[in-house]
């Protein structure tokens, strides 16, 4: 391996060059490299400055997370070699350029001066691996931004853009062109100035905004969110920078970050972090596979999700032809796309300029002519099969050759409409997640026959639309829908057994999910989870049980759709869900109907288990079927797309830290329990096969 930094002289500078694709991330070779780069410099008595130069895309963007896992991490050695160079008695400059996140930012405070290039960012974000940043990032920023802005970029990890930061002091200068020239110029420019090193663990915090009070309030917010003990912890270091001198405060920081790093949060974070980068990887596909090209898109259907879908491809700058059935629906469509941009406009999001814009790009039409100039046409239209196949049908004649044909399916499949279009290998199922243009993931579902290339196409889409992807086989709901409904016939059959809705979501929502089964079917609408059962019923699909969702067939029957309608399984109050009696009354009577006892023993801990564990069950059945590719591609599907709490890394990752013998035991109780003649409970074989090698899920990879 070549070493990723290397030392030069460039007349009386220093040049430490680091070379590290892609990010510049500050792995231990490169920690080593800047070591002994900064040991040539000491040693050469001729040089007056030292400048700290990356190449590539970025200056140094963050640590090295992989070796966070590492039994014997420590921040020390990092920490060691940073007060190292503050030490120097020669001026030390960093010229950044691209994303100076975490450890990156920390070794651009460690140097005398900074200097940036136009366009370059700046970030703590530890804090979303539930982590405070660990090599004094809490201790150096509030000595050169004041105490409000650390606390603000460190427990939001959010990126200050570079003019912010020059008016914060975090920066001394941006000036604009290469980033080396810039670097040597303003290095030479201080020696010219004859400046002296200038060391920010030297620097007093200032008072401003820094009282007992701001901290003690910092404190108490910290306080509201137990499940994130990384923000009262950096609220502790931020208050150690400001209250007591930088040696101890650097105690305390090493103190708190090692906490966290051991914590399960943030092993869950983590654990995230990485599924994310994983998931866009296809197995078998080589990285640099040539992609098509996807300069303008088509949407059919301009109804909840395809104005949203539109408003996706707008907002990256690609054109978006959107057709429609009749001229009304049309213009509905579009213009509840105009009313979206306009609310931005008015929050201050997006000025005129971009709604007017976004809303040039966006055009409608009646015919479908209008889609044959397109890259890729996304359908959205009722779900309804035949329907589906008549359009995938016409788009398959429509769309020129090398066109990506998409259909935004939840339950339907993909294969059959697939063949429709008579060009299988064009086509893909690409599963937005309403509100289309908020929720951040996209189920990429491969046909059997879909070709490489075009899933690869979609994959890098997702990344440019600002989508986490992840890659679903086809079956019944995908990854995401097929679990929920485990999810719901639970909550359902509780519901008869005599749990009530808010007893039900409160269970759930204390783990920290966003919403309870309950509430989220009351705002997605009863009507269109109703439909999705009907329609699979008619479809010969529905398990032979009498009992099997009928709760929500008859709420739907009963016209309770949900918010919408003012009642679902509560009635509400603007947007305030009240416990309803009239549904208990509805569970009474359809448990009667089918002979399910009513109990009044239903405890926090059954609804969990009873809600979890077969929605766990599932998503092993779901890696055995080669549905996804991996247990962290599920752990994303759920955290990214139905409110699973980032906190617990996701149901899967989540049943290694419960146990997966235990996860099986508890299965089987209920089968005993309930009784099982529809094989509900039966642990899948991966399950089972694990709990015989007593391995976790994590360790589990496809034969
Ligand atoms: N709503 C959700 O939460 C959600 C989430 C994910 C996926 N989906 C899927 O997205 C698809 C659309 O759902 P939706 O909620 O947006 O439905 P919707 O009823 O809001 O919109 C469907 C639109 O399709 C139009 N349409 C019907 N026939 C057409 C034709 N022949 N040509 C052009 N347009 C036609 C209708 O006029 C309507 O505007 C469905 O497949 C659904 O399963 C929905």
Redesign the pocket.
């Known amino acids: 391996m070549t070493n990723p930094v290397t030392f030069e002289r460039r007349g009386r500078i220093g040049l430490l060059r680091i070379d590290n694709p892609p990010v510049n991330a500050l792995s231990p070779e490169v920690v080593a490299g800047v070591v002994q780069g900064f040991a040539a410099f000491e040693a050469d008595g001729s040089l007056d400055a030292l400048l700290v130069h990356c190449d590539g895309r970025t200056f140094v963007a963050g640590g090295d997370i992989a070796t966070f896992d590492a039994p014997d991490f420590s921040t020390v050695p990092i920490n060691t070699f940073l007060a190292r160079i503050e030490q120097s008695r020669r001026p030390v400059v960093a010229v950044l350029h691209g994303t100076v996140l975490g450890a990156g930012l920390e070794l651009a405070m460690a140097c005398h001066y900074r200097v940036a290039v136009p366009g370059t960012r700046v970030g703590q974000p530890e804090v979303k691996l539930g982590l405070t940043p660990g090599s004094l990032g809490t201790q150096r920023l509030p000595r050169l931004a004041g105490v409000p802005l650390a606390l603000d970029l460190i427990l939001s990890g959010r990126m200050l853009a570079i003019d912010r930061a020059l008016e914060a002091g975090i920066v001394d200068a941006v000036r604009d062109g290469a980033p080396l020239d810039v670097g040597l110029a303003y290095a030479q420019s201080l020696l010219d100035a004859r400046s002296a090193p200038r060391r920010t663990s030297e620097l007093k915090v200032a008072s401003e905004g820094a009282t007992d009070d701001v901290f003690a309030n910092e404190l108490a917010d910290a306080a509201r969110k137990p499940a994130y003990p990384a923000l009262g912890a950096i609220v502790r270091c931020v208050r150690a920078a400001a209250r007591l001198p930088f040696a101890e405060g650097e105690q305390i920081e090493a103190r708190e970050f090692e906490q966290l790093r051991v914590s399960p949060t943030s092993r869950a974070m983590r654990h995230l972090f990485f599924a994310e980068r994983q998931a866009s990887k296809i197995p078998g596909l080589a990285r640099d596979a040539a992609l098509r090209k996807v300069e303008s898109v088509g949407v059919?259907?301009?109804?909840?999700?395809?104005?949203?879908i539109a408003m996706n491809f707008v907002n990256a700058g690609i054109p978006v032809v959107v057709?429609?059935?009749?001229d009304e629906?049309?213009q509905?469509?579009l213009s509840l796309v105009r009313k979206n941009y306009e609310a931005s406009s008015a929050k201050g999001k997006l000025t005129a300029e971009q709604v007017a814009k976004r809303m040039g790009l966006l055009k409608g039409s009646l015919d479908?002519a209008a889609l044959a100039g397109c890259d890729l046409v996304i359908?959205?239209?009722?779900?309804?099969m035949e329907?589906?196949r008549?359009?995938c049908a016409r788009l398959g004649q429509v769309c020129k050759p090398d066109a990506i044909i998409a259909?935004?399916?939840?339950?339907?499949d993909v294969d059959v409409l697939a063949e429709a279009t008579g060009r299988p290998a064009d086509v893909v199922g690409m599963?937005?997640?309403?509100?289309?243009n908020v929720m951040r993931l996209l189920e990429v579902v491969r046909g059997a026959k879909t070709s490489p290339q075009v899933l690869a196409t979609v994959m890098k889409l997702a990344g440019t639309i600002g989508k986490v992807a992840v890659v679903s086989g086809v079956c019944y709901g995908f990854i995401g829908n097929r679990m929920a409904e485990v999810y719901m016939r639970e909550a359902e059959f509780l519901l008869m057994e005599g749990a009530q809705p808010q007893q039900i979501d409160r269970a759930v929502e204390a783990l920290g999910m966003a919403m309870g089964p309950c509430r989220m079917l009351d705002m997605?609408?009863i009507d269109?989870g109703a439909k999705?059962v009907i329609e699979r019923g008619k479809a010969g699909g529905l398990p032979p049980d009498p009992s099997y969702r009928v709760v929500v067939r008859k709420l739907f029957e009963l016209g309770r759709y949900g918010q919408k309608t003012g009642a679902g399984y509560y009635r509400y109050d603007g947007r305030t869900p009240l416990p309803d009696p009239e549904v208990t009354r509805i569970c009474e009577a359809l448990a009667k109907q089918d002979g399910v006892a009513r109990r009044a023993d239903i405890s926090e801990q059954e609804i969990v288990e009873r809600l979890l564990y077969p929605l766990i069950n599932e998503g092993t059945k779901i890696l055995e079927e080669g549905i996804a590719y991996r247990p962290g591609d599920v752990d994303i599907v759920w955290v990214a797309g139905y409110g699973f709490p980032d906190h617990r890394g996701g149901p899967l990752f989540m049943a290694d830290q419960i146990g997966l013998k235990t996860i099986a035991e508890r299965l089987a109780h209920y089968a005993a329990k309930r009784g099982d003649r529809f094989g509900y409970w039966a642990a899948s074989n991966l399950l089972t096969n694990l709990v015989r090698q007593d391995k976790p899920l994590s360790d589990w990879t496809p034969d």
């Open positions: 059919v259907g301009a109804g909840t999700m395809g104005g949203g057709v429609e059935a009749s629906a049309l509905r469509g479908y359908e959205a239209v009722f779900e309804n329907l589906k008549q359009i259909t935004n399916t939840s339950t339907l599963h937005f997640f309403s509100p289309a997605a609408g269109v999705t």
